[in-house]
């Protein structure tokens, strides 16, 4: 890890640079005949300057450092080395890997090596997820990657520091496993400290398209005292800053605190299926966004930081699919018109006080606020037993759910032997989902239901009510200093309400309510989990192993009908932990644990749920408990010595008993109810990576990714086995010229095998940058798609073209911009899934061409 830079004595730039690796090896790829100074560097030890001068062969040049412990004292940097590794932290120089063409934090990031950011704004570090990032030290929308790598301007990047083995309490550091931590700390250039910075971009379609709009304005703020960060964008053009998807799966930062417990007990989410839009992938898109986050140094104990997020956006969906039962091959065909308005707000506060290095106590407070609507108008074909029928069908979906969740903590060092952490989290969660289906045939017998209506208007409210908390006290013991023994006490308990109730409109405007105890649900279920835990971490020699059980006690009860149905039993469960340090950059790390799965309120509930105007579901109030057996292996090296990163993970999970559906298909219409399997699931996940870079220019990897899964469930009374398994490749190549057009290629293969389908996605993928005439910079990205199944019954090709050009002079605060998205005008997508008990096929309208001429003043 000794730091080796070349400078070239006649221009006085770094030619060239590298880090040692543990034999002590570098290599420079230098000029032929040219004079240069080595300078050799590592922390500790006295640096030197050796003067050498290259010739026309290769040479090989020994340095010795001494003085181990001297201590450094005036030191000038007279270059950065563009990457440096400081313990767990990897530090990279920004400038060293731009080109000049990058706009936002995303940019840069992609040029950094063992560093992806994948298609929905996560980043990813030896491929794992970076779950917090921050700007000079200060978190940016806590629980989100996305805002910020969309938003941060690349120009004030200045360092981009990544956080292994993360922990944000300093006093559990070393104490816990957390290898698979990461966290991102952006510094900013000095310029950007103490002022206000950002951009105001509006941007107008062109020619025909003079109704397409863009406002973007973006606000930074950065002091040692405090931050505001403020970041707006309303626009027609396809730009989405927060998804729906990207809100449902919003953390805040919360973790899951009883990870290592044993129990898995999930609240899920009753969100009718309304459509998650992945990206920007629709017929028309129109958002209205606005987000702030701040944070605050009340004194030198006490910081308070938060957020707030609202986004309000309407969307026009166009979908043709073709789902495929499995057992009778019978199908169902629907061209779809889908309506969608989402409101959704986010909003945080957070509070730390550290008095001192013995003493941390931690509170926050997460509320998500939506109000969601979707009206589709759909054209459906059964097809059951070759004979066809045709009819509309129109549905709503709508909803106002409302969570807030707290979490406090506090942890106390007393003693260098003795810390205790005690950790609590409440969870609010009120949900009102209601559905409507209008179609001419009568999808379902219900008891009470009017027949004879020339169309069948079919209504469901449903009122779900979840309180959770959970509890745990940690006391860790330092036996000696490379060995821990922790104990937990810990409580989860939730009480839950739903309530749902199926009624009929009449031609004639009249309501007709399905009162049978069948077509309604008046249910209380309540679950306690109190356990007691002990584990035991030891590092001996290149090894470190944490063993560890628990001990719980469960009792459930759901109330329905009348009556009370308990459970209640004792548990032990182990887990364990083993980690093999083969080099200071080399592990294999392996993963074991045995945990208690439990469903909540909504699969208990024994009377009729509408799934959709096709699918009617009931609970079992009688469900037990699944138990999951889950083996993990990772294996990561990094060399930085050529930039080679390596790594892969393997899980396989065994679920016994598992809560697994009871399906009855009367053609295309289904109904189903829960049962506990007695033949296990299992499910086999891997990936692997290979990177590197080549003469300081060029990087490429390989990347291959891997899912496959055995479900067993009941289908029309018979036992029905079914598998899927997924695969990806990718390889892919880029270039890091300063004065050069630079390149990125790459092909990637996806196939996805269900039970009787396969089906295929070949893509090649291009995009070229050029910064030239210190002035303007040109962009552009291809992306081709050959979608097609085994028989070749489904074969579709598609592909798509985007381009930007911008000029800014030297200097300038002003940016023109010309961009265009969907060049070829492409005008859908293919894609494909599995159910189970079915296969679909879907093929969706996305936006059409637009051409946008931007301005933008940065600040």
Known sequence: ????????????????????????????????????????????????????????????????????????????????????????????????????????????????????????GEIEVEGKKVSKLMVEGKDFFDGDTKLGVKNIPADAIDKVQVLRNYNEVSALKGLENDQDNVAMNIKLKEGKKNFWFGDVTAGIGVAELDSRYIINPKLFYYSPKYSINLITNFNNIGELPLTAQDYFKFTGGFKNMMKKGGSNFNVSSNDLGISLLRNNRAKEIETKFGATNFAYSVNKAWNISGFGILSTSKTDLETKSQTTILDSGDQQKRDENTNQKNNLGLFKLSSTYKPNDKFQFDYDILTKLSKQNEDTDLLRESVVNDVSAVETILTQKKQDPTSINQNLSLYYTQSSKNIFAFEMQHLYQDENPFYNANLRTQPFD?????????????????????????????????????????????????????????????????????????????VDYSFNDAFLGFHYKILTGKFTFTPGVSLHTYQMTNGQLGTDYSQNFVKVLPDFFALYQIKKSETLTYNFSLTNDFTDINQLAAGYILSDYSSLFRG?????????????????????????????????????????????????????????????????????NYGRSFLKNYKASANASFNWSKFNNIQNNQLSTTESFSQSYTVKASTNYKNLPNIEFGYNLLINKYSGSTFYTDK???????????????????????????????????????ASLVYQKKNSKWEYKISATNLLNTTYLNDDSFSQFSTRVSQYTVQPRYIIFSMKYNL
Do not use: C, W
């Open 1 to 120: 890890m000794a730091n080796i830079m070349a400078i070239n004595n006649g221009t006085k730039a770094m030619d060239s640079y590298g880090i040692t690796n543990d034999k002590g090896k570098f290599q420079l790829t230098l000029k032929p005949n040219t004079a240069y100074t080595i300078k050799v560097s590592y922390l500790g030890m006295k640096s030197k300057e050796i003067a050498i001068a290259t010739k026309s062969e290769n040479m090989t040049q020994n340095v010795v450092l001494d003085g181990a412990g001297i201590e450094l004292e005036g030191v000038e940097i007279v270059r950065e080395m563009p990457v440096s590794i400081k313990g767990d932290t990897i530090v990279y120089n920004a400038d060293s890997f731009k080109s000049g063409t990058e706009k936002k934090l995303e940019d840069v990031l992609k040029k950094l090596p063992g560093v992806e950011v994948n298609a929905d």
């Open 446 to 522: 219900l008891s009470g239901y009017i027949s004879g209506q020339n169309r069948n208007d079919l209504n469901q409210d449903r009122f779900v009510k979840t309180n959770k908390l959970d509890a745990k006290l940690d006391y860790y013991y330092m036996v000696t200093p490379k060995s821990n023994i922790n104990i937990t006490l810990g409580n989860t308990y939730s009480y839950q309400n739903f309530n749902s109730h199926i009624f009929q409109m009449l031609d004639n405007g009249t309501k007709n309510d399905l009162n049978d105890a069948q077509n309604n649900n008046d």
């Open 620 to 688: 079992n109030r009688f469900l037990e408990n699944a138990t999951s057996q889950v083996h993990s292996l990772r294996y990561f090296k990094y060399n930085m010595f050529n930039f080679e990163n390596i790594f892969a993970n393997a899980t396989y999970t065994r679920k016994v008993d598992a809560i697994k559906t009871k399906a009855n298909f009367d053609g295309i219409n289904q109904s189903s109810v829960p049962y506990n399997s007695n033949l296990a699931d299992e499910t086999f996940t891997g990936m692997g």
């Open 764 to 802: 090649p993928f291009a995009r070229l940058d050029y910064y030239f005439l210190d002035s303007f910079s040109f962009v552009s990205e291809y992306e081709f798609y050959h979608y097609y199944n085994a028989d070749k019954s489904v074969d579709n090709e598609y592909d798509f073209l985007s």
